[in-house]
């Protein structure tokens, strides 16, 4: 450390299942599931037995169920008030909404969903493979709006792997998901999205060490939240200063910050200016105030946010792999090629 310098790490906390955020982030899990092979009905071939079924939390084998009950997953959910972010690094999620709206995506895809005044929702994890395992690997990270967007039309942006740019530097490699790193500008957030707001600065990337390599992170603005995720690894030294695994640290922003790392590492950068108001929150109902609680739960049981226009609860969208996105008003686009 420079003499004079400031301590670039303000403060650090272990990483349990949800990981401790700042505004403007709500919300952050890293799911990691090493799901058996598939039973050809996009479940495990395993026994459930001895799980909670509808509420599997717990880890077994090294997997869990969630809130599904035959294919792992989320099924059917309300959300109002802010946006869920939806890194998926292996395996497969099937999207479906009150919209009328599908897509199935991962393997390197993001999705980026506004939920604003109302939406319905379910997130299933399709296991495909019949003969291996069907490991699930992603992030979802839930992030604030401000009031004044709170009720705005929901909305959901793919951001697909062929698309998010990747920063390259000799042995460190920066998946650049929101917030632009030199030369690595990523696809659009969705319009209503507070990482469009003007001066948002809201960065989210996803950083790669090599043994023995190092990293200069560039500073931000002054009253901007960084927080570093150190989810894979032993553990990295930031700015001279040692931050151990499964550890988050919050840093001065304004540095530029050297990470260095012994061993391979994995981290999730997640920055950020505040938005600075109050914060009521009640399950999936994010508001600012007790009263607009209250209102999105009389809201949701009158309108059901559009109704569910889906057979059941958990929706998933068949047996092929192909990745694509159907928009509520009819546009569909996939993985790999251009928009249809």
């Given at each position: 450390?420079?003499?004079?310098?400031?301590?670039?790490?303000?403060?650090?906390v272990?990483?349990?299942?949800?990981?401790?955020?700042?505004?403007?982030?709500?919300f952050?899990?890293?799911?990691?599931?090493?799901?058996?092979?598939?039973?050809?009905?996009?479940?495990?071939?395993?026994?459930?037995?001895g799980?909670?079924?509808?509420?599997?939390?717990?880890?077994?084998?090294?997997?869990?169920?969630?809130?599904?009950?035959?294919?792992?997953?989320f099924p059917?959910?309300?959300?109002?008030?802010?946006?869920?972010?939806?890194?998926?690094?292996?395996g497969?999620?099937?999207?479906?909404?009150?919209?009328?709206?599908?897509?199935?995506?991962?393997r390197?895809?993001?999705?980026?969903?506004?939920?604003?005044g109302?939406?319905?929702?379910?997130e299933?994890?399709?296991?495909?493979?019949?003969?291996?395992?069907?490991?699930?690997?992603?992030?979802?990270?839930?992030?604030n709006?401000?009031?004044?967007?709170?009720?705005?039309?929901?909305?959901?942006?793919?951001l697909?792997?062929?698309?998010?740019?990747?920063?390259?530097?000799?042995?460190v490699?920066?998946?650049?998901?929101?917030?632009?790193?030199?030369?690595s500008?990523?696809?659009?957030?969705?319009?209503?999205?507070?990482?469009s707001?003007?001066?948002?600065?809201?960065?989210?990337?996803?950083?790669?060490l090599?043994?023995?390599?190092?990293?200069?992170?560039?500073?931000?603005?002054?009253?901007?939240?960084?927080?570093?995720?150190?989810?894979?690894?032993?553990?990295?030294?930031?700015?001279?200063?040692?931050?151990?695994?499964?550890?988050?640290?919050?840093?001065?922003?304004?540095?530029?910050?050297?990470?260095?790392?012994?061993?391979?590492?994995?981290?999730?950068?997640?920055?950020?200016?505040?938005?600075?108001?109050?914060?009521?929150?009640?399950?999936?109902?994010?508001?600012?105030?007790?009263?607009?609680?209250?209102?999105?739960?009389?809201?949701?049981?009158?309108?059901?946010?559009?109704?569910?226009?889906?057979?059941?609860?958990?929706?998933?969208?068949?047996?092929?792999?192909?990745?694509?996105?159907?928009?509520?008003?009819?546009r569909?686009?996939?993985?790999?090629?251009?928009?249809?």
């Amino acid at each position: 450390m420079l003499m004079g310098m400031a301590s670039p790490v303000i403060q650090t906390v272990p990483l349990g299942f949800q990981w401790p955020t700042i505004d403007p982030f709500l919300f952050c899990v890293h799911h990691l599931d090493t799901y058996p092979a598939a039973d050809g009905r996009l479940g495990p071939t395993a026994s459930l037995e001895g799980r909670s079924i509808g509420n599997d939390f717990e880890p077994v084998d090294g997997w869990r169920m969630y809130h599904g009950s035959h294919v792992p997953g989320f099924p059917q959910h309300p959300h109002r008030g802010f946006e869920t972010i939806t890194f998926v690094r292996q395996g497969l999620v099937d999207h479906a909404d009150s919209l009328g709206a599908a897509a199935r995506y991962g393997r390197g895809d993001v999705q980026w969903m506004t939920a604003g005044g109302g939406i319905q929702h379910a997130e299933m994890f399709p296991l495909l493979d019949e003969t291996g395992p069907n490991t699930l690997e992603l992030f979802q990270i839930w992030m604030n709006l401000p009031a004044a967007d709170k009720m705005v039309d929901a909305h959901f942006t793919m951001l697909w792997d062929h698309e998010i740019p990747r920063h390259e530097d000799d042995g460190v490699t920066v998946t650049v998901i929101a917030g632009s790193l030199g030369d690595s500008v990523p696809p659009s957030a969705p319009p209503a999205s507070y990482a469009s707001h003007p001066g948002s600065d809201v960065a989210l990337w996803h950083v790669v060490l090599d043994p023995g390599s190092s990293w200069t992170m560039p500073a931000a603005g002054a009253d901007v939240a960084r927080v570093l995720y150190v989810f894979q690894g032993d553990g990295i030294t930031v700015g001279g200063e040692r931050v151990g695994g499964s550890t988050g640290a919050v840093v001065d922003p304004t540095q530029d910050l050297m990470l260095s790392s012994a061993g391979p590492t994995e981290l999730l950068v997640m920055q950020g200016r505040p938005i600075a108001e109050p914060v009521a929150q009640q399950g999936p109902f994010v508001m600012n105030t007790e009263d607009e609680i209250v209102q999105a739960f009389a809201d949701y049981r009158a309108t059901q946010f559009g109704g569910w226009p889906w057979d059941g609860p958990d929706p998933t969208h068949g047996h092929d792999d192909t990745r694509f996105a159907r928009h509520a008003d009819g546009r569909v686009e996939y993985a790999a090629t251009a928009e249809v």
